[in-house]
């Protein structure tokens, strides 16, 4: 598939991470001290949805475009208004037309004395993100490789935070990267919360990587795995996962609450499922 991500934009992948993103954000938020977000793999942070990319798959139709007018009880409404309400302040002219990426949700979330990094590779692509940012000081753009950032930038100065590791998967070989950065990284920043973002596409190579995450000893790994159909006999994306590392307490039971929300909401096949698994406790 072409992960150009403005093909793909607001679909049911970038619904179910954004909305556990925003969870992460609000409990970081509960003390008043500074934290900081970094984002590895960041794009261009807003997307259009009436562009020929997103016209062209179509997918953000069945992503946040049901969400978005989706009647929700109030316990599931209450978690997901924050991640909603980004997405309104995106459009605040009505409708549906924009679609706010990983960063420029995060910063609609953020207090003042919080801060992003964050980080693009592409040159075109953090050109754009740089211009979506112009003029705010409490956003860094930088254009870099996200792995790297995974050294030079951790832990960061407000020793407080969350890694968002969000890769293409345009490569081979790119679960081992995620399992061995985040080696790497939790040396480096052992109390930092980590969010790593998969495809589930190949259930085989899920599997792998599931269990070379356990075997890396780290402790405190909670995964989050969202199908909307069952497996495909042609590679396709089926659904997605979200690893997070150092998840607050509170997460597993509001995750509980969104979740078959979200499924009711995005799945189009059946059988297909969500689960949250503890890869390893404490």
């Not at 316990?75 to 208004?81: G, H, I, N, P, S």
């Amino acid at each position: 598939m072409n992960y150009r991500h403005a093909y793909h934009a607001g679909n049911f992948a970038d619904v179910v991470k954004h909305a556990v993103l925003s969870r992460l954000v609000e409990y970081l938020k509960q003390k008043d001290k500074a934290f900081r977000v970094i984002d590895t793999h960041a794009g261009i942070g807003r997307y259009d949805l009436a562009s020929m990319e997103a016209g062209k798959t179509g997918e953000w139709q069945g992503g946040i475009g049901r969400l978005f007018e989706a009647a929700l009880e109030p316990r599931t409404a209450a978690l997901l208004e924050p991640y909603l309400e980004a997405v309104r302040l995106e459009n605040s002219d009505g409708g549906l037309r924009r679609y706010p990426g990983s960063p420029l949700m995060v910063r609609y979330l953020l207090r003042k004395q919080d801060r992003l990094t964050a980080i693009e590779l592409h040159h075109e692509d953090a050109a754009r993100l740089k211009a979506v940012f112009a003029g705010d000081f409490q956003t860094r753009v930088i254009e870099l490789d996200g792995w790297l950032a995974l050294g030079a930038h951790l832990p960061p100065k407000e020793k407080r935070g969350l890694v968002l590791v969000d890769p293409p998967f345009e490569e081979d070989g790119e679960f081992e990267r995620l399992v061995e950065n985040l080696r790497r990284a939790h040396r480096r920043w052992p109390g930092g919360i980590y969010a790593l973002w998969y495809p589930i596409k190949d259930r085989k190579a899920v599997a792998a990587f599931r269990a070379a995450l356990k075997a890396t000893g780290i402790p405190k790994l909670l995964d989050i795995a969202f199908e909307i159909r069952p497996a495909s006999s042609d590679p396709s994306l089926d659904g997605s996962g979200l690893v997070v590392v150092n998840p607050p307490f509170t997460l597993e039971a509001e995750l509980r609450v969104m979740l078959p929300a979200l499924h009711r909401a995005l799945a189009v096949e059946q059988p297909s499922r969500w689960t949250v698994e503890w890869l390893a406790g404490e």
